[in-house]
């Protein structure tokens, strides 16, 4: 596997982006911000799934007024993400730990001097937050909504920061198509040593953004490139999580929980297979150990699973085997295998 990229390290309210810091996961609340109580709900649920970072959008005075409560309230780091409006920035630098912000949609240089100031006084990043779909004019004339496009609007913005002193940031460039993401990133990687936040814009439902983000961003991640990411989905938060801690552990940057390998099930099947791999799933979700285990239909492949495995079924008929480090520890009727198979997955997990 290719090397991470070496890229600056930033801090999002104690939570390391860049550098060698583990690839952070994100996603962004859909209550109005201002609505306090149910933002809050939201982000307790995006922190129970494991969300490492977290983003409310800042349209407008109550937005960004409410964010010292919300920040009261939660423990996950807060991004404010705000467009046009620099009086809403520093309003909400004074509670947040990152504001996402293109330096470019904020007009005057004295305004974007009083953002840095802001974010330089409190000691956070600022994100840089290219989307296809809102390239400054100057760029979308020049080279349409593309790839280069995108880089070069990053650049400016980056320009516009560095200008003023300030490097603390990271960059996304996002579009809502895979390719045009994909090169936009790989094209600007090179060029700049910020850390990335990746991510596929307005993917869709949940079908369609994971497959979208596992092509896209995994892509990325397996070139190196990737400091923290956002699986974007028309659906529920905790979706958007699960699937982008499965696309970094599939993927290879990350090392936490099951690696669940199960047979597609053919004629030679005698057992409920569907069911009994959901059930495992289920049942091990919670498990953070970095194990190989595999849940076969039958003898004919699932020996050779086994070997490599940390805890396998191979079932047979009416009944299976349970092997550990590849060696064969019970045979056990089909209705026994699972919670045999999870007692011993437990024990491999210590
Ligand atoms: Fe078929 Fe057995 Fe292979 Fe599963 S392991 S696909 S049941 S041959």
Same mark, same amino acid.
């Given at each position: 596997m290719k090397d991470r990229y070496k890229t600056k390290q930033i801090n999002v309210g104690g939570v390391l982006v860049g550098g060698d810091a583990p690839i952070s996961t994100q996603s962004m609340t859909y209550s109005k911000t201002a609505d306090v109580v149910s933002t809050v709900e939201q982000i307790n649920r995006l922190h129970f799934a494991g969300c490492d970072i977290v983003r409310v959008a800042v349209p407008d005075y109550e937005d960004a007024n409410?964010? =010292?409560?919300?920040?009261?309230?939660?423990?996950?780091?807060?991004?404010?993400?705000?467009?046009?409006?620099?009086?809403?920035?520093?309003?909400?630098?004074?509670?947040?730990? %990152?504001?996402?912000?293109?330096?470019?949609?904020?007009?005057?240089?004295?305004?974007?001097? $009083?953002?840095?100031?802001? %974010?330089?006084?409190?000691?956070?990043?600022?994100?840089?937050?290219?989307?296809?779909?809102?390239? $400054?004019?100057?760029?979308?004339?020049?080279?349409?909504?593309?790839?280069?496009?995108?880089?070069?609007?990053?650049? @400016?913005?980056? =320009?516009?920061?560095?200008?003023?002193?300030?490097?603390?940031?990271?960059?996304?460039? =996002?579009?809502?198509?895979?390719?045009?993401?994909?090169?936009?990133?790989?094209?600007?990687?090179?060029?700049?040593? @910020?850390?990335?936040?990746?991510?596929?814009?307005?993917?869709?439902?949940?079908?369609?953004?994971?497959?979208?983000?596992?092509?896209?961003?995994?892509?990325?991640?397996?070139?190196?490139?990737?400091?923290?990411?956002?699986?974007?989905?028309?659906?529920?938060?905790?979706? $958007?999580?699960?699937?982008?801690?499965?696309?970094?552990?599939?993927?290879?940057?990350?090392? $936490?929980?099951?690696n669940i390998i199960s047979c597609p099930t053919c004629g030679r099947i005698e057992a409920d297979l569907v069911k009994a791999v959901s059930e495992v799933e289920e049942r091990t979700k919670h498990i953070k150990a970095p194990l190989n285990v595999s849940v076969m239909g039958c003898a004919v492949n699932a020996i050779g699973e086994a070997k490599h495995a940390d805890v396998a079924i191979a079932y047979g008929s009416g009944n299976g085997l349970i092997m550990v480090g590849g060696e064969v520890v019970a045979k056990l009727d089909e209705d026994n295998l699972v919670d045999r198979f999870v007692e011993e997955v437990e024990k491999a997990a210590k």
């Amino acid at each position: 596997m290719k090397d991470r990229y070496k890229t600056k390290q930033i801090n999002v309210g104690g939570v390391l982006v860049g550098g060698d810091a583990p690839i952070s996961t994100q996603s962004m609340t859909y209550s109005k911000t201002a609505d306090v109580v149910s933002t809050v709900e939201q982000i307790n649920r995006l922190h129970f799934a494991g969300c490492d970072i977290v983003r409310v959008a800042v349209p407008d005075y109550e937005d960004a007024n409410a964010l =010292k409560a919300i920040k009261e309230q939660i423990s996950l780091p807060l991004v404010a993400d705000i467009h046009f409006n620099y009086r809403l920035a520093l309003i909400a630098a004074e509670s947040v730990d %990152c504001i996402r912000i293109n330096p470019g949609n904020i007009g005057e240089k004295s305004r974007i001097k $009083e953002i840095v100031k802001a %974010c330089t006084d409190r000691n956070i990043p600022i994100r840089i937050g290219v989307n296809a779909g809102s390239l $400054e004019k100057e760029f979308e004339n020049r080279y349409g909504q593309s790839a280069k496009g995108m880089v070069e609007s990053a650049l @400016y913005n980056i =320009k516009l920061l560095e200008d003023e002193g300030f490097t603390d940031i990271k960059v996304s460039m =996002k579009a809502s198509d895979v390719e045009r993401t994909v090169d936009a990133y790989r094209t600007l990687r090179p060029l700049v040593d @910020y850390p990335f936040h990746l991510g596929v814009t307005e993917a869709g439902t949940l079908h369609h953004a994971t497959i979208k983000s596992a092509i896209g961003l995994g892509s990325l991640l397996l070139d190196g490139i990737g400091d923290t990411m956002r699986v974007s989905i028309t659906g529920e938060l905790e979706r $958007e999580i699960e699937v982008a801690r499965d696309i970094l552990k599939d993927s290879g940057r990350s090392k $936490e929980g099951l690696n669940i390998i199960s047979c597609p099930t053919c004629g030679r099947i005698e057992a409920d297979l569907v069911k009994a791999v959901s059930e495992v799933e289920e049942r091990t979700k919670h498990i953070k150990a970095p194990l190989n285990v595999s849940v076969m239909g039958c003898a004919v492949n699932a020996i050779g699973e086994a070997k490599h495995a940390d805890v396998a079924i191979a079932y047979g008929s009416g009944n299976g085997l349970i092997m550990v480090g590849g060696e064969v520890v019970a045979k056990l009727d089909e209705d026994n295998l699972v919670d045999r198979f999870v007692e011993e997955v437990e024990k491999a997990a210590k």
